[in-house]
């Protein structure tokens, strides 16, 4: 079993809030401002930034600013980070299930 990446624990981090993550189940369904993240999240301007900072900090959402106005910033949801939480998940089910079939084995063996 390999050591769990730096990445999924700012992954697992960044997912740990449930504001961030109404925010990233949003950006699935397609890019979106910030002001419309705020407004669907239900959080004031000022503590979205805080955590859509924390999103592009963990790499989950990329920033785009508008080539017409500077100041309107559009949210991507990157596949990178999520695809190596799953990745590690399932080396941890592969683990677990492996431990569970050797404990059955032993368990019927005595």
Known sequence: MTARPANVDRTLAALADPHRRRSIDLLRERPRRAGELASAVG????????????????????????????RVRIFTLRPEPIAELKHWLEEMEQMWAEQLSAFKAHVDGA
Not at 46 to 57: D, E, G, K, N, Y
Request: hydrophobic fraction near 45%; glycine fraction near 4%; charge should be neutral.
């Open 43 to 70: 959080l004031a301007p000022p503590a979205m930034s805080r955590h859509l900072r924390i999103l592009r900090q963990s790499g989950l959402v990329d920033e785009i600013r508008s080539d017409f106005d500077a």
